[in-house]
């Protein structure tokens, strides 16, 4: 199984991505759906407290406790839906690369999409899903939390990086030859593997 992990800032094309692989009927985990999840066993409001509960899990479970809850969750979609990919929406610090790396292997690969910051506030003005989209102060803050989580590193980390600058068609379209491509090499590699004797 193929396993597309993405990183990026705020507002740079996670959804995006997310929403090409769902057109090309790759099951999608996004990790703020696990602790907005775990909001609601908890009781909670994930509007009001997804950030504390995020903290609280990492907290109570250790740094990577979001991906350790992530990764059956991958599985669970793959043999849901019979697919051979899954994209996974999100990760956020080198603690959870290293737990889907050693959970995946060479199975695993990282999609960093990067934007300039004016840009994507201007987007993210633009998306106005909530009232943080439109305050360019509260996307500074947001920014500084990922950051401060590692973001930077894992975005440095990634085995292949989409520059999202140009328009949205030609980012789709990029971000589709890549998914699309990726899976079938990884399917050929499969099976050569498997011919060989190998590891599938
Ligand atoms: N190249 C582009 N040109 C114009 N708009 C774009 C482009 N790429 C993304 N957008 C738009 O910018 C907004 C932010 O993109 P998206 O929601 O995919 O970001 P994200 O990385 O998922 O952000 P967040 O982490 O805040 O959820 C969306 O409304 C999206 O449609």
Do not use: N
């Given at each position: 199984m193929r396993v597309i992990g993405t990183v990026g800032l705020p507002g740079?094309?996670?959804g995006e991505v997310a929403a090409v692989a769902e057109e090309e009927d790759v099951p999608v985990v996004?990790?703020?759906d696990v602790i907005r999840e775990e909001c609601r066993s908890r009781g909670l409001d994930p509007a009001e407290h997804h950030g504390a509960v995020a903290k609280a899990l990492r907290e109570e479970d250790g740094?990577?406790?979001i991906a350790e809850r992530t990764v059956p969750a991958?599985?669970?979609a793959a043999s849901r839906a019979g697919a051979d990919a899954v994209l996974v929406d999100g990760l956020r610090s080198m603690v959870e690369?290293?737990?889907?790396?050693?959970?995946?292997g060479e199975s695993f690969?990282?999609?960093?999409i990067t934007a300039p910051f004016d840009l994507r506030a201007e987007r993210l003005g633009a998306r106005g899903r909530d009232d943080s989209d439109l305050d360019v102060e509260a996307l500074r803050k947001r920014e500084e939390r990922e950051l401060d989580f590692g973001m930077g590193e894992v975005i440095d980390a990634a085995d292949v990086t989409i520059d999202n600058t140009g328009t949205l068609e030609a980012f789709r379209r990029h971000?589709?030859?890549?998914?699309?491509?990726?899976?079938?090499?990884s399917a050929a590699d499969?099976?050569?593997e498997a011919d060989a004797g190998g590891r599938t």
């Open positions: 740079s094309g996670k996004t990790m703020g740094p990577a406790a991958v599985r669970e690369l290293a737990r889907f790396r050693e959970a995946f690969l990282l999609v960093a971000a589709r030859d890549l998914l699309v491509e990726d899976i079938e090499r499969g099976t050569r």
